[in-house]
């Protein structure tokens, strides 16, 4: 029998400030961590639309998609999450939003440098940090890596190395 592969991702960041906060999630199942907001992409949906989707959902604000960050996959099961810049299209962050309080359970808004003690999934730490360093960098192109550690790009795996992104708990 041959094993499922796990539905694809869309997350989005939505900086706030001088872009360097993002606005988060608490996720109201499983493990209750802090998320960026975005899921699962549905059989016949494209990535753009689901981060669009799952943006309205959980933040209550309808979003537009600045450029796309990146494309990580995971080694094993070949899972592919794409990783957006979004802005409101109002313009500004209505906080807190309106949001589904069977999926979410608070919004917040984060540094791209969590605490390490700070409860977010850990390729979501990773994704604040593909953020930070594609604004660092002023990289224009997206970023093509894996969603685990070691990684191809040069700076994210300093990061990895930096931070003992391999020692953490998945």
Known sequence: ???????????????????????????????????????????????????????????GMEVELIKELGIFTARQSKMVVKLFEASPKLGHISFPGTYDKKEITEQGIISLDPPKDFPIFRAQRMFLQVYKIILENKIDSTIED???????????????????FYEEKP
């Open 1 to 59: 029998m041959t094993e499922k592969k796990p539905k694809d991702g869309s997350f989005v960041i939505i900086p706030v400030g001088k872009k360097n906060h993002a606005f988060v999630v608490k996720q109201n199942y499983g493990k209750f961590q802090w998320s960026l907001p975005g899921g699962g992409v549905e059989k016949n949906q494209n990535f753009e639309s689901a981060a669009i989707e799952e943006a309205l959902q959980e933040t």
């Open 146 to 164: 894996s969603l685990s550690a070691p990684f191809k790009n040069k700076h994210l795996q300093q990061w990895a190395e930096e931070t003992k």
